[in-house]
């Protein structure tokens, strides 16, 4: 197993961690373990481009990982009321749509590649969850509820973001790739 393939790997290994974290309402260690697998999503990646390594594991695989993290700490933000339960229905239903047309598409033959509004999709929702992340660290401090409602605002504007990117691009992968549809 190559290097890109281990960091993805890596980042599923960190979700159980990050949950465990969550839940006992360990913020900041779950806030660390967040950004540091996010951060395995972007390295990974630059290291299969840069030296050829990537692999059909990695095609599949680090979306995978990437949704896992993500969905996780969105699941854990419904649970304490941090993100609003409708919010993740909308954004499965963009996932579930997606992968339906890729798994329709490739057994036609053809592979619809990530466009761009879908990476932007997937950055701001890699924003949102450690900003949401840090706001209940803050607001769990003596003395900080101001500063933490201020975070809090920032954070629910970066998950809007990311949730209105979730519509465009599902909407957008929709359009471009109606023939799969037809066929």
């Known amino acids: 197993m190559n290097l890109p393939n281990k960091l993805t790997l890596g980042r599923v290994i960190c979700v159980p961690f990050f949950i465990l974290c969550y839940l006992k309402g360990w913020f900041i260690p779950a806030l660390v373990i967040f950004i540091a697998a996010s951060f395995t999503d972007m390295l990974d990646g630059k290291i299969a481009r840069k ?9 599949i695989m680090d979306p995978l990982a990437d949704k896992i993290l993500v969905y996780s700490a969105f699941c854990l933000m419904i649970g304490d009321g941090t993100m609003a339960d409708w919010m993740l229905i909308i954004i ?25 509004s879908g990476k932007i999709k997937t950055v701001l929702q890699m924003c949102a969850v450690p900003l949401l992340m ?3 660290a803050v607001l769990a401090m003596k003395g900080q509820a101001a500063l933490g409602r201020n975070i809090m605002i ?13 519509v465009y691009s599902g909407v957008e992968y929709v359009v471009k790739n109606r023939a799969v549809f037809q066929g």
Do not use: C, D, H, P
């Open 51 to 59: 030296y050829n390594l990537v692999t059909n594991f990695g095609k």
């Open 92 to 116: 499965l239903a963009r996932e579930f749509t997606i992968a339906g047309m890729r798994t329709v598409a490739a057994s036609q033959g053809n592979v619809i590649a990530a466009a761009m």
């Open 134 to 136: 840090l706001a209940n």
């Open 154 to 166: 920032f954070a629910q504007l970066v998950l809007w973001a990311s949730l209105v990117m979730t």
